[in-house]
């Protein structure tokens, strides 16, 4: 057989290496005993859905003084420059574009199976070597995944190399930035129950990303391990305009578990949210729903894009901009509200688990809501305006 | 309190005192400066001692092993708060040397056969309670730049080149077990590699 240009043999301690793999599959054996989750299908198809991906993404609420947040990397340069005012919308719309892809989704996709692959048998080679060769072809430019990399065992077995061993050649010859051939210990149990109660998600959730493939078993137990988590300590917020949050919240409605998620939502007055998580609930479970409520949201509540608050001007001479400014919300948003606050309601008297916080938080705001409603109307009055 | 007062800490009393909770620290100056400035206290010590090591030798001694979670207190410490107030632990100290520029890197080691062996130790060697250990956090912290996130150079903390190894290898532990948080490498997905795939396996 030939394998494109370079091939290049190795007798790997290959023998000693899976020993080591060994180690740390049995670490994660004993860490998923704790509330592990597994997505019982494939996730993978209605994760790339492109109306969940609409309402992950909406659901993010990207900041870009989040997601260009100051970074401790080696290349930290800053340009100045002169600009005119045209250039500097562009600038912006350019950097609004980059921070779409900044939060670019993890994609969810099931875990993946090694399975045994013979390619051929051949007893006369038996005891020729007392360790494994592994075979790689390293031809420049061929993707990580599409690479051939075979095992010759020592019984003269000639096979394709289970998913472990291609991963640590492949980043022998081609390094991931970051990736640690050796798995860091922070992953272990004990070191990441250390992080979790450090409340360091985003850290180890960005590690994750860079270290697993995203359908490796061990991906999905840490990544699950840190939803689980965060859903019982409550602090969204810190996932909020990252790109783990559409993944997290992905991960809730599929389980059932939303509550907690949103009851967060409906405290912090991000209605259309709760709207659409409750939606992406109705849809990852297989469940009928009215459709339409999101074209009422769209037409009434503007996408916030972020390039918009950046470039508006403060000073407005209208007065509705006016008034909006002052209370924080228009009367599309007012109208807005209403319909998401029907759909959750209907949501939470029928399939939430915890009703009775969930109906007080409701409550709360829909009272804060109707003082808003009446200053609102008041102060049209009071300017004229009807 | 000029920088030179800085060069290092009387040592036996501040170690009782810090376990003690007691919060005061003393400094005194060089070495060498040391036996020409006579507190009473120091006189005495010579007077009685016979073969014991004087109160000068003691202070020079590094034989003792400070466990790393007493460093780990006394960073968040009182004393330590009085010694450096709000500087970091190597902000105030000088290199010594001739000339007008220094030597391009810092000495070897300041400690040989267990004893301070110079009169300006580095900001790590100076502190015996400045522990290098990858659960040392907060010391270590000290030393990572803000802007780049790497260890800063010993050409501008002054840290001598055996504490420099050290302290490289302990953050490069700390990151390993998690107890430093970096800036993790940006990695782009590209979708069609996990999904595509599926969809045309299926057909
Ligand atoms: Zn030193």
Redesign the pocket.
Known sequence: MSFGSNLRMFANKASLCCNVNKVTLELFSRCSTVAFLQYDKDPGPSFSNPDVQKLLKSMTRVQLEKVYKKRSVSDNTVEYKFMTSEQLEKQFRKAAERAEKLIQMPPIVKVKEDSQKVISRDPALTNFSNTKFVIADITYGVNSSDRKILVRQTDGTLEYAPLSIRKRINQIYFPHPGRKIRLPRMFEPEHLNRCLANFQYEFILDRACVQFDPYEKEYHEITTKVYNHINESKRFDDLRSTRHFGPMAFYFAWHQIIDDLLYDMIKQDYLKNGAELVALYYQLNGIDYDKSIHEKLETLVQPQSTIQSVLKPKASDDMHEEIKNAIGKSAEDFTADDISFEFIETFVKTKALKKVQLELALQALRETNDEKKKLYHGLKKAHGIS | MSVINFAFLARPNIFRNFLKGNTSRIFSLNTTNYSTEEPPEVQEAPETVTREPSEKEKARDRTKVIPVETSIRYLKSAAYKETYGEYLVWEQYRRNHKGMFPPRK??K???RKGMLSTGN??????DEYLVLDYRNVDLLKQFISPQSGEVISYSKTG??Q??HQELLISVERARDFGYLTFDVPFREYDYSEYYNEKNESKK
Request: glycine share 0%.
């Open positions: 810092t000495r080691t300041c400690i130790p580095c900001p790590v060697c100076r840290v001598c055996k504490r």
